[in-house]
């Protein structure tokens, strides 16, 4: 089996996060921006400008792009770098339910900032690490060694029919 792609859309909740979130940054280094200069602070605006660059790209760098499969792994491909999950360490895989995301929480994760992706938890599941740009046709694969991965391909229908493991 060659590289197949799936990509990773973002819903509308991470749309509005994202903007949302970039907007509200934005609306508050100017007030930052007015007083620092005119308090000749400049020094201040710049480090605060670059910190919170820094932050938006390191943010974005973790995000999930797209799933690369082929005959021997699942790649979860980020902004920067990307997982591989050997296919030989996959004890089982299935389609998530809404109701399963129910009192999910965040342990060390973003919770829409271009996406869901880091470590999560939830009564019904127990601990995972998510890779996803939406909140709905999620796919849970378990690995042999215990460890949990939520996915959000596009395309679920395409992803299970392809027989990723």
Do not use: C
């Not at 792609?5 to 903007?19: A, D, H, N, P």
């Amino acid at each position: 089996m060659e590289d197949k792609e799936y990509k990773m859309s973002w819903s509308k909740r991470v749309v509005v996060i994202t903007i949302s979130s970039i907007l509200i940054i934005i609306s508050t280094l100017i007030p930052v921006a007015y007083f620092s200069i005119k308090d000749g602070k400049g020094s201040l605006l710049i480090f605060i400008f670059l910190f919170t660059i820094a932050l938006l790209i390191t943010t974005y760098g973790y995000s999930p792009k797209k799933i690369v499969v082929n005959k021997n792994s699942i790649r979860i491909i980020k902004g920067i770098g990307e997982i591989i999950i050997p296919k030989n360490t996959i004890h089982s895989y299935r389609k998530l339910e809404k109701k399963e995301m129910a009192g999910t929480i965040r342990r060390a994760a973003s919770g829409g900032l271009f996406g869901f992706f880091g470590k999560f938890s939830n009564p019904q599941i127990g601990k995972f690490n998510m890779y996803a740009t939406r909140m709905y046709n999620l796919v849970l694969i378990k690995l042999k060694d215990g460890e949990q991965i939520v996915l959000s391909p596009d395309n679920l229908t395409e992803f299970f029919k392809d027989n990723v493991y």
